[in-house]
């Protein structure tokens, strides 16, 4: 067991912090929130950067055009990158992290060649259609059709969830395209252009009062047949396969991230009186941040163990695990942040002297963690019947 | 960086614990300390790790799981930190701490008395210390003292030693609570209500995987924190400050050994209240070890303190 860099790591960790260094000052100020445009301009030109740096697609095989990176130098990208303020994936998630890792491992070569290069560039961003309002934690029984006319899909259906969907070139789209076989057997993976005839989105609001989401209606959507990757009703393995690209590192920075905002709430505590003292004098109080302090660290290095795992073949415990305790732990530490900001934590704009805004903000855009990408009660499911053997319910 | 045990180190642990398999299975549990099974456990080399073997923390804390795995009592980890400079078994005091308690007195050639000056005291010297007629654990026989013994002065920093200590018991912690999962699992699994194993049912099912995600992520602070002080004895830079991530791995052990036992007692029903199921063992000893070393409330303190 060694936690220290070796010297290619400590090589490529330097490397990159110099680069960071020399390239965020001439980085400009993030748009707001509501700006999608400006958003989309802004996440691009972050991923334009990487690209001429050599950072793209860190985890991407060199072939595709990735760096081909190590699990370990994945990790220490992540780290460095959030560590150092850097703006973050962004609109590019869905085509770095779940798209483009899909048609890498199953696209033929014209489909590698017409997106790989673009999405690693940033010209091209993508969005994920899968859930659909009947079917949120049992996404294999979505109902999004797609009838065969010629060498056309005709689709018809209704996605939610669909992040980024305004900016989006394409979107990866699951659809039933034989309605008779067993849910799991008869869906298949498709490309879909988001300028498509008969597609509407329709941004959705969240509870934080932003438009992150949306829901996109096909209506008599046609989708060339030579637009689908992997084989027809083969999309449920197809989607499966992509899920192990993260390698254990699909919460580097939010973890890294947690680790800073406890030392940023030891020092709000020290600054927040609350009847004759700070809530620091509180011994209760700092019991809990330590406590915190102590998950946090802890998750942090159950990650550099599920990237080992990753990087070995080892498969590991790590990512059920990690999700699950992960998502509940910062909901905690945002909740204990509220705590001590007291009435600060009812402004969603900095008051009096205090960061409300970054708290108040991340204490309603939490409570999302433990439902997206597998709730909670699915990843305790998982953990129970794939991990400890436990017989499903039904 | 690779955060796995290597080849070598797997096989020493395995090796401890077939050891221990045999020598101590579940069924037969010693009703006490018992000498032959100390001298045993001496024979698999576990307190000479870092003496003899010239291995680390690292090594021993993947042993001392193993001890914590097969429920055994004895006064373990005062025998390991102390075994550069003193025959063991060696038991331990913390003397700022009221009631005056320490395990296994009579079976114990000497006390490490852990104040800001540690010291050794030879355990035959002790006076007026008076048996627990019913301790918690009814493994672990308790002595209460009357004062503080005084002894003599030990080679080793007070900080060092307690960070070892806590570190080996924490090592302890996760052994019991990695036992206490698969207990509750096999249970599960084989135990049928409603015409089906229990384990098939969310509410239950659930109670075990958060077992899981306790002991995992309690191994993954506990491997850390071990690495990090054998890093700083081989005068390397230390990813993270020591004392910070020793309170870390303790605290996150002591919450996945109680609150596994917890679980555990709740999985088995009516049986785990009884007696014969060997589930209150577990739960018993993991409430002495919550105890020693630093209770969890004062490493989140501590913490808080290092910040």
């Keep these: 067991m060694d936690l220290r860099d070796s010297a290619a790591e400590s090589a490529f960790r330097e490397q990159l912090r110099d680069w960071l260094a020399a390239t965020l000052p001439t980085v400009g100020p993030e748009p707001a929130h509501t700006d999608w445009p400006g958003r989309r301009e802004y996440d691009t030109a972050w991923q334009r950067l990487l690209f001429d740096a050599g950072y793209a697609g860190i985890n991407w095989p060199k072939e595709y055009g990735g760096r081909g990176a190590t699990p370990t130098e994945h990790l220490i990208f992540l780290e460095e990158t959030e560590r150092a303020g850097a703006p973050y994936v962004g609109v590019n998630f869905v085509g770095l992290l779940h798209a483009g890792p899909t048609i890498v ?9 017409a997106h790989l290069p673009k999405i690693l560039t940033g010209e091209e961003i993508w969005c994920q259609g899968f859930s659909e309002p009947g079917s949120g934690s049992d996404l294999a029984s979505m109902r999004t059709r797609a009838a065969r006319d010629g060498d056309h899909y005709v689709v018809n259906g209704h996605k939610i969830w669909t992040s980024h969907a305004e900016v989006a070139d394409y979107c ?7 309605p008779d076989a067993p849910k799991h057997k008869g869906i298949s993976w498709l490309m879909m252009p988001m300028d498509a005839p008969g597609l509407t ?24 047949v030579a637009n689908r990757v992997g084989d027809e009703n083969d999309g449920w393995r197809v989607t499966m396969v992509t899920l192990s690209f993260e390698r254990g590192t699909a919460w580097v920075d939010q973890i890294v991230d947690s680790i800073r905002l406890i030392g940023e709430l030891a020092e709000i505590a020290k600054k927040v009186t609350s009847r004759d003292a700070t809530a620091w004098d509180d011994r209760g109080l700092r019991r809990e941040i330590g406590h915190l302090a102590a998950e946090f660290d802890g998750l942090w290095a159950m990650t550099k163990r599920g990237v080992t795992e990753a990087g070995t073949g080892v498969p590991g415990p790590t990512a059920s695990v990690l999700k699950l305790r992960y998502t509940e732990a910062r909901q905690r530490l945002m909740e204990l942040g509220a705590r001590v900001l007291g009435r600060a934590s009812l402004s969603r704009a900095d008051i009096a002297g205090l960061p409300a805004s970054e708290w108040t903000k991340e204490r309603i855009n939490s409570l999302s963690y433990t439902i997206a990408a597998g709730t909670s009660q699915i990843q305790r499911n998982i953990i129970g019947e794939r991990l400890l053997g436990l017989p499903k319910e039904r | 960086m690779h955060f796995l045990p290597t080849e070598d180190q797997l096989e020493l642990q395995r090796g401890v614990r077939e050891v221990l398999a045999s020598v101590f299975p579940l069924e ?16 698999t080399g576990v307190f000479a790790i870092r003496t003899d073997l010239g291995l680390g923390l690292a090594e021993a804390a993947l042993a001392f799981e193993e001890l914590g795995r097969v429920c055994i009592p004895g006064p373990f980890v005062a025998t390991f930190i102390t075994a550069g400079f003193a025959d063991g078994p060696v038991t331990f005091l913390d003397p700022a701490r009221q009631p005056l308690l320490v395990p296994y007195l009579e079976n114990s050639q000497a006390i490490l008395i852990l104040g800001e000056q540690p010291v050794l005291a030879p355990a035959s010297e002790v006076v007026g210390s008076t048996a627990l007629t019913e301790p918690l654990d009814p493994l672990s026989p308790l002595h ?23 570190l080996l018991t924490a090592a302890i912690q996760v052994g019991i609570a990695a036992r206490l999962t698969e207990l509750a699992v096999s ?9 089906r194993p229990i384990g098939a049912f969310q509410a239950v099912k659930h109670i075990c995987s958060d077992m899981l995600v306790r002991t995992e992520l309690a191994r993954a602070s506990l491997h850390s924190a071990a690495v990090i002080l054998d890093d700083l004895a081989n005068g390397e830079m230390a990813v993270l400050d020591p004392g910070r991530a020793v309170s870390g791995a303790k605290l996150l052990a002591d919450e996945a050994a109680t609150g596994n036992g917890r679980s555990c007692v709740q999985v088995y029903g009516g049986m785990g209240f009884t007696w014969e199921v060997p589930v209150h063992f577990f739960l018993k000893r993991a409430w002495l070890h919550a105890t020693e070393f630093g209770t969890a409330d004062e490493h989140a303190e501590d913490l808080a303190a290092a910040l």
Excluded at chain 2, 30 to 43: K, R
Excluded at chain 2, 144 to 166: C, D, F, I, M, R
């Design chain 2, 28 to 43: 037969k549990l010693p009703d006490g300390f018992d000498q032959s099974a100390w001298d045993s456990i001496v024979e």
């Design chain 2, 144 to 166: 209460e003292l009357p004062s503080v013994p005084s002894g003599t002065a030990v080679g080793a920093a007070a900080e060092q030693l307690k960070h070892e200590g806590a």
């Design chain 2, 187 to 195: 249970y599960a699994k084989t135990r049928e209500q409603f015409d």
């Design chain 1, 201 to 224: 989105v329709r941004p959705l609001t969240t509870a934080l009062g932003s438009a992150e989401f949306s829901e996109v209606f096909l209506d008599d959507v046609r989708i060339p």
């Design chain 1, 172 to 178: 990866e789209l699951l659809v039933r395209t034989d």
């Design chain 1, 105 to 113: 491992t199953e696209g033929t070569p014209q489909q590698r060649g």
